[in-house]
């Protein structure tokens, strides 16, 4: 009798962990804040549960690793060679689990790959330049500062406080960020082929290169002094050297301007960087999909669906206030449901308040290599602070590039 009992009760155990493991998803991701939405997420209901699994590069894993997730949340996915791994979501918002007006539409249809839509946009960043508001700001533009702007800005500055003591208003060599965003307003054009390969206009990065060797030549009396001042004074942090009118600009992206203790930001104010009143959106916008080899789809579904409502972000952002995380918005970014953003974000932020960019002054990147953010920082960034920083005639960041990819492959 005894055996008798033993195998129905094996075949619930066996039911149970079957049921308990299609309950249970994993989400890799890079991005620390997912921490706190996901416990949010498993403390209101208890259907399913998530697990986060911490990858360097989901873009890279996801194409690279033979285990597959659930969900994947980070930067470059809507690469070419890792898009193609996600499964469509239009379904989504033809049930009415995702209201569409809800998010950005150019945001939005950057996730698409012909007429699929493969990836939900998560959050993205803005850069800035900030300054000291008691020595700058009543005569600036309201919203953005363009590079003639910025320029005008710094040889006034300099001029001015010349007679008194070294000062130096900006140099775009003080940041390689800068100047990569430089390379944009300027038509560079970074993006890739068919074959997710990187492809630019040459030309208009030779003269983007020009115009950081006239800035500091013109603007700022040559490279030796730049090298010389930054030498000398940047031992302090820039808000320091902004409120001491050291200097009268510095460049900062948004999330980075936040996390100046708020008592030192009381004295400053910021500008977005822009042309024609166009905001560059940096490039490393955070995205969020379901890998088509997902063993639990339709549970996956339930959490997007659930992080795309207003209400639900609105309890992300203050359970990530509550625990003090050190977080900018959704994500460490703008959040792509532009309500968290106009109506919530001030709350927290009270610099923002009329500072939230409409959707229209949004200038939404191309798809880039899904490896971009390695040749920005390795190949690209180095370029440009070389090349920027020398008489000599400009070398080829094509040679650069297929030099570093040689040796990728050793």
Known sequence: MRRLLILPMLLILCTSCVLLEEKTLTLWTNRPEFTDYIEVYNTEQEEYRIEIIYKESPAYAIIHENEHPDIVA????????????????????????????????SLLQLGKRGEELLLLPVSFRLPILFFNKNRLGEDLAAFT?????????????????????????????????????????LGTGFGENSNGQLIWNNQKLLDSINFFRTWSEEINGGREL???????????????????????????????????????????????????????????????????????????????AWFYQIENQKKCLATSHFKRTRTFGIADGFSSLSEINEKELPGYYSELGGRIPRKENLLFPEPLPSNWKRIKEEVLEPYLLKEAGRDQEIGGFETELQRWILQQSE
């Open 226 to 304: 730049e090298d010389y001042f930054k030498g000398k004074y940047f031992y302090d942090p820039d808000f320091k050297l902004l409120l001491n009118e050291r200097i009268i600009l510095s460049y900062r992206d948004l999330r980075s301007f936040f996390s100046i203790p708020k008592e030192k930001r009381e004295n400053l104010d910021f500008r977005y960087i822009g042309e024609e009143d166009k905001i560059p959106v940096l490039e490393d916008m955070v995205f969020m999909g379901i890998p088509k080899k997902s063993s639990n789809k339709k549970a996956a579904q339930t959490f997007l």
């Open 74 to 105: 980070g930067e470059f996915l809507k690469s070419t060679n890792v898009i193609n791994s996600f499964s469509d979501l239009e379904p989504m918002f033809e049930e009415g689990m995702i209201t569409r007006s809800d998010i950005y539409p």
């Open 145 to 185: 500062l363009s590079l003639e702007d910025i320029k005008q800005i710094t040889a006034e500055f300099n001029e001015e406080s010349k007679p008194r003591r070294p000062v130096m208003g900006f140099s775009p060599r003080w940041s390689a960020e800068f100047m990569y965003i430089c390379t944009l307003l």
